[in-house]
């Protein structure tokens, strides 16, 4: 079984400040991890995937997540905010084994400030 | 990357009509596709994987009989929500995976449906 967590359903930083999403996860097996964004009646777009390589994890639009395994955590960072960054993100992680679906967490919504 | 889309992006029906939603991976062939369902403000849900050629697996407590999925071919997907009622109104995003590595899953765009 697998399952995500991620703390915070709301995050407001100032445009400029350093954006910190967190995810830990649960997996009985070595898991692959995900970030996505989401914006308003949108479907997903990957930010970025720990697929068992290096454990820093750099993504697009400036983002990036490590891999802790001894915290199980996969926490998502940004250095300076903006305000295009403002969506919905969700960790989601997934196995080589079973089903192989995506199980997400419940989603931080980030908010910018001017 | 791979694109997925989705159609139509919203939908309105009736009361005890059914809808049908498309899936189709563009430019690669989707062995397997996974349909969600999202309630507002609340993350995504597996719904259930359908695999090109055989009966689709649904997770526990989703209706079968009522949420149809066919998977006839490696760039097609269809769900069909049954005599839709109001409380089936929900977004529903759609996932192809390129073969079984779970590594490479792309999202359709989403469908809005409101039944009324």
């Known amino acids: 079984a697998q399952s995500v967590t991620q703390l915070g359903s709301h995050v407001s930083v100032s445009e400029g400040a350093l954006v910190l999403l967190r995810c830990n996860y649960s997996s009985s097996v070595p898991p692959y991890l995900f970030w996505y964004v989401q914006y308003p009646n949108q479907g997903l777009q990957l930010l970025l995937k720990y697929t068992s390589a290096a454990t820093l994890v750099k993504g697009i639009n400036g983002f990036e997540a490590e891999f802790k395994k001894s915290e199980t955590s996969f926490h998502l960072t940004k250095p300076s905010a903006h305000m295009s960054d403002a969506a919905e993100y969700f960790c989601a992680v997934s196995s080589d084994t079973g089903r192989r679906a995506l199980t997400f967490g419940s989603g931080t919504r980030l908010q910018v400030q001017p | ?116």
């Open chain 2, 1 to 116: 990357g791979a694109v997925v889309s989705q159609h139509p992006s919203w939908v309105i029906c009736k009361s005890g009509t059914s809808v049908k939603i498309e899936c189709r991976s563009l430019d690669f062939q989707a062995t397997t596709m996974f349909w969600y369902r999202q309630f507002p403000k609340q993350s995504l849900m597996l719904m259930a994987t359908s695999n090109e050629g055989s009966k689709a697996t649904y997770e526990q407590g989703v209706e079968k009989d009522k949420f149809l999925i066919n998977h006839a071919s490696l760039t097609l997907s269809t769900l069909t929500v049954t005599s839709a009622h109001p409380e089936d109104s929900s977004f529903y995003i759609c996932s192809a995976r390129v073969g079984q590595a779970p590594t490479e899953a792309f999202f359709g765009q989403g469908t809005r449906l409101t039944v009324v």
